[in-house]
């Protein structure tokens, strides 16, 4: 085997797909599989043993230890591994997580074989591989204002919003006029990125402003 072979570890817990990864690698001769599990706890098994990859191929929703704990787990204990995350999952909240976690990449299972390898690849010389994917999202991520940026008064014109209560009863409660309600509304539709006071109590139902 060559010296410039990149040795992988496949850890989903869909058997057939493991498999199916592991027959469409075969057809690259600087790529060998030196393991594969169901999950993060069967990886630390294949590890123990001896079967060290260069680069693992991490499914993020599994059974007994996911993909986030099971990639936090091995920059910890096997820094130099690389890590790709390989899902079906492609919302901001999985990709940004992984790559936090320490995933240099993330595609997703339906990609084109050829961008898979040149992940791998990308992985295994420099330890990341940015993609369109991951780039766009963790651009959202960052513009994204953060909630304290959101004024006192802003923050309780936010609970208020999740109240039956209507724009001028808010005013009245707060005792500020009606023109600094629409200012507070306008300036939270700017920042948080929504349009509406749907927009509004959804933003606070997900970020814990309010309990339901």
């Known amino acids: 085997m060559s010296t410039s072979t990149i040795k992988i570890g496949i850890v989903d817990d869909h058997l057939l797909f493991r498999r199916g990864m592991i027959a469409l690698l075969r057809e690259y001769a600087d790529i060998e599989v030196v393991c594969e599990a169901g999950n993060g706890k069967q990886l630390q098994e294949c590890l123990a043993a ?26 910890t204990n096997y820094p130099d591994i690389a890590v790709l995350a390989l899902s079906m999952y492609e919302d901001d909240k999985s990709v940004i997580k992984m790559i936090k976690c320490g995933a240099g990449g993330y595609v997703l299972k339906e990609c084109h074989p050829a961008e898979l390898k040149e992940a791998v690849t990308a992985l295994k010389q420099r330890g990341v591989y940015l993609n369109e994917l991951v780039s766009g999202k963790m651009y959202r991520s960052f513009a994204k204002p953060a909630e304290t940026t959101i004024s006192p008064k802003e923050s309780e014109f936010l609970k208020l919003c999740c109240s039956d209560l209507t724009y001028k009863e808010i005013a009245d409660l707060m005792s500020i006029s009606p023109r600094t309600v629409d200012n507070h509304r306008e300036s939270l539709f700017m920042k948080l990125q929504v349009k509406s006071r749907v927009g509004l109590v959804l933003y606070a139902i997900k970020n814990n402003v309010v309990s339901v």
Not at 56 to 74: A, F, Q
């Open 50 to 75: 001896g079967r060290i990859p260069d680069v693992v191929l991490m499914d993020v929703n599994m059974p007994v230890m996911d993909g986030y704990d099971t990639t936090s787990w091995l920059k």
